[in-house]
């Protein structure tokens, strides 16, 4: 929601100041068309030719993350705190009885208590996988967080790819301006014969072009890439979360505590109050 506010107010004090000051519409919208056509065409052309099908798909499929923000909320950082409670306290219980839910988290009735965590299938995926790991004796607490700090700056690597691909189209769009600006130019110079009055508006036209590859840029692209670059590091503690905790656990610490050590590392507008995730353990022992 504040992102399309932000959106509107860089529309309307842009052109509504400009016309305050006196600045005419009709030569805008003339040249509009044209430029966009010359202008987004070259910047979509350019986006396709530096990206692969599949990276194409991501971006447009993350756009939308810049206007609904992370994916993970307050509540889903507790649940997780409880969903690795509960595994970690029954495998030091049960070991054998904790296989069945790190080798079938589908059909896991602990799993199953917390679905937006379920339907994650990293966040599931470096849970099971690092306590499968331990279960096999690979608990070296040293290396297991070494292997799980590689596999987390991957895929931060990779959540991050449409932050940077919108980056590289909001870098050329003044370039890709300044294309149509001489273009618009050259069909001045082609010209030159008209009286002032049609020369003023062919130049202004060509101006158009400069103006739209530098607010598009400024004022749209690069906003949206910051944000969904923002968006991705905000998502990616989710998953260094689940780092904390279980190297803990490696360490054998005590089960509060190795959750304590994942609630102080969450942050701060995420992370959830003592005795708010002190009742949710409750419940779940309660369970």
């Known amino acids: 929601m504040i992102g399309i506010v932000g959106i509107v107010c860089v529309f309307v004090l842009v052109f509504g100041g400009y016309m305050w000051a006196g600045g005419k519409m009709a030569i805008i919208i003339h040249a509009l068309p044209h430029e966009m056509t010359m202008i987004g065409g070259a910047a979509i052309g350019a986006f396709l030719i530096a990206n692969s099908s599949s990276e194409i798909k991501q971006v447009l499929r993350s756009v939308g993350k810049a206007f609904k923000g992370p994916h993970w909320k307050p509540g889903d950082y507790r649940d997780l705190l409880c969903l690795l409670y509960a595994l970690m306290r029954l495998g030091r219980q049960n070991p054998v009885a904790l296989e069945e839910h790190i080798e079938n988290p589908a059909e896991s009735e602990i799993f199953a208590d917390y679905p937006r965590i379920l ?98 840029s400024y004022g749209l692209v690069g906003p949206i890439s910051v944000r969904l670059g923002a968006v991705a590091d905000q998502d990616s503690h989710f998953y260094s979360l689940i780092q904390e905790v279980l190297v803990a656990n490696l360490h054998n610490h005590a089960t509060n505590i190795c959750i304590e050590v994942g609630r102080q590392n969450t942050p701060t507008h995420f992370r959830p109050s003592y005795s708010d995730l002190e009742d949710a353990l409750k419940q779940r022992k309660a369970a």
């Open 119 to 216: 339907a994650d299938k990293e966040a599931v995926a470096l849970i099971c996988d690092t306590l499968r790991a331990a279960s096999l004796n690979y608990d070296d607490p040293h290396q297991v967080e070494e292997v799980l700090a590689a596999r987390l700056e991957e895929n931060l690597h990779h959540a991050k790819h449409p932050s940077h691909a919108l980056q590289t189209v909001a870098d050329a769009l003044p370039a890709l301006g300044i294309v149509a600006a001489v273009l618009g130019v050259i069909k001045t110079m082609g010209s030159i014969d008209q009286p002032p009055e049609v020369l003023g508006g062919l130049i202004g036209g060509a101006l158009v072009g400069t103006f739209l590859g530098v607010f598009l």
